[in-house]
């Protein structure tokens, strides 16, 4: 195995305890590999004879204890003249030859050693036999205990041999397994009755949507849908050590061009306990994986498409729920830390800045480790897309990779519902150690020296602080500072328990970290709102019952500091009724979290699609877009000099109580260029589908690059679609493209979000839709200022809400409403001649105009309102 030399010189004094631990998890994998069922029982049915099936012996059922099978009503069916020997599309046509017929409900009764969870795996293949058409006359259901595993509409498919695989949680003596017939006959071809590891499936996941935990996968039956190794080759049950069939991606992929397979060897796989095991999948399924295709890049190191995703697609049943489990094993990186990706489960992201080496193995390559989500019922509508794309953090190169999946229906707990929603709650996960079926005193040995090892790496940070998360103090915002008692801290004195103001607009309050602990009730995943490239969003409330909302930094993000720094520095001077306000921040025991005001409606993006709420109003969408607007337009110009935010999106614009909109999120804000140039010249950050494609290009950063990102905010209010959608087709992927090209088509009906289009003026769509479509202008000159788009926003709201004219239509002549004229009027006299003019010129029009002086005197007047 080679290492990094990073990863000596920050660990040279744990090495050899690594060492010993890499050792004892090989013992333990080796030992693994070597699993033994408690109870194994594979039954061919409808024959005396026997077969051996790849290894493994299958006794006919005609042999078996009365006990075993109750069957009033059956028969022994053989297949005529062998066909399905010859029809099976199977690698075990053995299997198919005969069949156990059953014309009144009928069970296979197995004695359990061990409870627990075990493999029911259900082989049918219909053919032509003495008595008639298993094609034609079976329609029947399976059961085990009180669980329906298969439902009674269930006809196996013509011509194909099919395997229905589901795990159950056997908790008796006994595990009966149930045939009842719905139509003519029930039948079956062989059964496989095996235990398997429980902790194949145990513990807490991720649930995809809406974010919380569920906590009841020991205990949930589950049937495999899908499962597959990306890459090649075909794994046959014979190479898996719980005998399960692996098929190749390529038939799943969208797109293949985006694509490549890598393999190395199995032997080079280092496996670590706790996270991916031989059972969890074989070695083969780590040793290969599916990549982002980096040659699709052109010299710059752009994509050449801007749909840069792997997409796989697969059939599901809807109306179910299903364990999603993805498999990742880094094949391909020559370092650590330099395979960064993002992971979407049917549109919705899983796994942002994804960094395995550096999350999940301690730094190490060629680590197998697996990853679990729940999707809901509600959002398994007959296909499931599973995407990897590039990181959106700035600092990477283009990748991506995925080794396994693995798709299973959630068929419900022994005499649950089965509804993931019904289970789920909110808690932390407590990450541990999972031992195995090994010798006690090599798992005793292994546990120990990831404990030790564990725990001195905790303590470092303890005898001195990383210079990465150096503690940072309100004082650098401003001399003078002032402060105020906040209170006694629980916090045992780490820092002191003021609160510090620094003199520029009030710098903020410097919250003690026991506070913010019961603000937030120990930092619970059920508190959590949000989750970010700075770490995770969670909601609080104060001793003085205020609602806040605690930003809390990933301690692993490197350009956390930063963003932190930034946030501070800039809302610390920086008051308007559209920017989200900072309430404070805590920087003890090496913590960077932030405390905002509690935004109640959440983001403008969960408002518009990807949820189950209401859809806005068009007038609803139209103030939230304007009051967007205004807070973009005063960091534009209500300073000496502009700021820039750099991370427009309609995640990072939130919702009050009132719907009122605040622009949030200024991490990655930058200070405008001086007065005697025309831009920044600073390296791209952002999110994707939303930067600047100048900016992107030529790195080179103005105003109007958060005018572009706007524009496309725009879109996804007049679309309620997302900005990338890689489930939609090729030219549809990427909203700004296409929306942009259905402008230019003249078909703006068929992109408008037809929940709401009925209530939309014709006036006031249209304004809106080409103050959207001059956002989006390639290059910047060519688009307007936040003060114009400003302008034209409040123009198309006054154009849905006016009166509409005898003749029933209105015109884009239309004059602004009386309070909004006024407005105008008074700001004329200080206007230039030129301005004056423009504004009595025809108001519904903007080409050739500024507004922008105009508009920023009105919108300063407008402050106090």
Known sequence: ?????????????????????????????????????????????????????????????????????????????????????????????????????????????????????????????????????????????????????????????????????????????????????????????????????????????????????????????????????????????????????????????????????????????????????????????????????????????????????????????????????????????????VLVFNVYVGGWSVLSNYEMTDKDTLGLLTVPLYKDFVLSSKDAAGNITVSVGPSTAGNVDPDGLLNGLEIMRMVGSMGGDGDPSSHSRSKKIIAGIVAGSVVAAVTVAMALAFVVLWVRRRKKPEKKPSSTWAAFSASALGSRSRSRSFGKSNSGGTRNNTVTLGQSAGAGYRFPFAALLEATSGFDESMVIGVGGFGKVYKGTLRDETRVAVKRGNRRSAQGLNEFRTEIELLSRLRHRHLVSLIGYCDERDEMILVYEYMAKGTLRSHLYDSELPPLSWKQRLEASIGAARGLHYLHTGSTKSIIHRDVKSANILLDDSFKAKVADFGLSKTGPELDKSHVSTAVKGSFGYLDPEYFRRQMLTDKSDVYSFGVVLLEVLCARPVIDPTLPHDMVNLAEWATKQLKNGELDSIVDQRIAATIRPESLKKFADTAEKCLAEYGVARPAMGDVLWCLEYALQLQLQEASPDGSGTDNTQLAPGLASKYQRNQSNASDGTAAAMSANLGDLDGVSMRKVFSRMIKSEEGR
Request: charged share 15%.
């Open 1 to 337: 195995m080679v290492l990094p030399r990073f990863f000596f010189l920050r660990h040279a004094p744990d090495m050899l305890l690594l060492r010993v631990a890499l050792v004892l998890s090989a013992l333990l994998a080796a030992a693994r590999a070597a699993y033994v069922p408690a109870d194994s029982y594979l039954v061919l049915c409808g024959t005396a004879g026997g077969a051996t099936v790849g290894g493994r012996a299958f006794v006919g059922d005609a042999t078996l204890p009365a006990s075993v099978l109750s069957a009033p009503q059956s028969a022994a069916a053989n297949a005529s003249a062998g066909s399905a020997s010859a029809n099976a599309s199977s690698d075990e046509p053995a299997l198919y030859r005969t069949a156990r017929v059953f014309t009144a409900p009928s069970s296979y009764t197995f004695a359990i050693k061990k409870p627990g969870r075990h493999f029911v795996r259900l082989h049918f293949f219909p053919f032509r036999y003495q008595s008639g058409d298993l094609a034609a006359d079976a329609r029947f259901s399976v059961s085990v205990q009180d669980l329906v595993l298969i439902d009674g509409k269930y006809t196996p498919a013509n011509g194909t041999a099919t395997v229905r695989e589901f795990s159950v949680n056997v908790a008796g003596g006994s595990l009966a397994i149930t045939f009842t017939p719905t139509g003519k006959v029930a039948f079956v071809n062989a059964i496989e009755v095996v235990s398997h590891p429980d902790d194949l499936f145990a513990g807490t996941v991720w649930m995809v949507n809406p974010l919380g935990q569920y906590d009841g996968l020991s205990t949930q039956a589950l049937e495999t849908i899908h499962r597959v190794n990306m890459g090649s080759p075909k794994i046959t049950p014979s190479s898996d050590t719980l005998w399960r069939t692996w098929l190749p991606d390529e038939s799943f992929l969208v797109d293949s061009r985006v694509a490549v397979h890598q393999d190395v060897a199995p032997s080079t796989l280092q496996w670590m306990p706790g996270l991916g095991t031989p059972e969890a999948a074989p070695g083969m399924v780590y040793a290969t994986a599916t990549e982002l295709n980096k040659a699709l890049m052109d010299a710059n190191g752009a994509t050449i498409s801007a749909q840069f995703n792997m997409t796989w697609r697969f059939q599901a049943p809807p109306a179910s729920a299903y364990l999603i489990r993805l498999h990742f094993c880094d094949i391909v990186s020559k370092a650590s830390n």
